[in-house]
């Protein structure tokens, strides 16, 4: 078994809508890039926590839904599961708080290579859904952009349906996310990228500091940049009875 490692990461989430009313805006971003995250043989989650944070709120039933993203990938392209790494990128919780994480990533790693790769999507809802890239023989380029169907609502000022198109680089960690609508018009750019610094045992507590701060900062800031959006009259979508695409 592979030795588990954890990545503090020190970077910056970059947002700018396109279109002919512009608006965009960058934050400094802290998370936690945790290598080997799942037991395959004993098909158990090895989530790591600390006195003061944990992954309580994704264990165990919060794996249910990738556990069987990565099943039915490895009986599709006959991939020997045992022979995987899985990876997550997600601020963790701090006490009996769960963390608010627009987004996070799980990176399937075979010999090396990415080859699955979800974006869980959270919305303000708490409503969740996975987009998976995957490319089970040469792993992801990259230098290349994978398109993936749009089936939640994530915003006020953006359709349900649509389409992302991702560009996912590990090393250095860069991931491009652009967003557009159902008539391929450009709505959102987005970029989530920076260092990583191994966290060792030790002293951390300017790291979690950060950490926690980006935790509490998070929902705040949707909320700012959503209000500024109303008030420069962004178009508004209602979320409705629910917000999965039909």
């Keep these: 078994m592979v030795s588990q490692e954890i990545h503090f990461f020190d970077g910056v989430v ?5 279109g002919s009313k512009r608006h965009e805006f960058h934050y400094k971003y802290r998370s936690l890039y945790l290598t080997d995250v799942y037991d395959f043989k004993a098909q158990e989650p090895r989530l790591p926590q ?6 309580r709120s994704i264990q165990p039933e ?7 993203i ?15 790494r899985l990876d997550l990128f ?7 708080r ?21 974006a869980e999507v959270t919305n303000t809802f708490y409503e969740k859904q996975c987009y998976e890239v995957s490319n089970s023989s040469e792993g992801l380029s990259p230098d290349r952009w994978y398109e993936v ?15 992302y198109k991702f560009k996912i680089c590990l090393m250095p960690f860069d991931i491009r996310i652009s967003q557009f609508s159902p008539i391929h018009e450009p709505e959102i750019i987005t970029a989530i990228r920076g260092p990583f610094e191994e966290m060792k045992e030790g002293p951390n507590t300017v790291r979690l500091i950060k950490l926690l701060f980006n935790s509490l900062a998070v929902l705040f800031r949707i909320h700012l940049q959503a209000l500024v959006l109303w008030i420069k009259r962004f178009r508004v979508f209602p979320h409705g009875d629910n917000g999965y695409a039909d």
């Design 14 to 18: 970059s947002h700018k809508r396109a």
């Design 98 to 118: 769960q963390a608010f994480n627009p987004v996070c990533f799980w990176v399937l790693v075979n010999q090396g290579k990415c080859v699955l790769f979800i």
């Design 62 to 68: 919060g794996f249910s839904k990738i556990r069987i």
């Design 70 to 84: 990565i099943n039915n990938f490895c009986i599709k392209n006959n991939v020997d599961s045992n022979r995987l």
């Design 149 to 163: 169907d749009k089936t939640m609502y994530v915003s006020p000022f953006t359709e349900k349906r649509g389409y």
């Design 90 to 96: 997600k601020t963790p919780d701090f006490g009996t």
């Design 50 to 55: 600390g006195a003061f944070w944990s992954y």
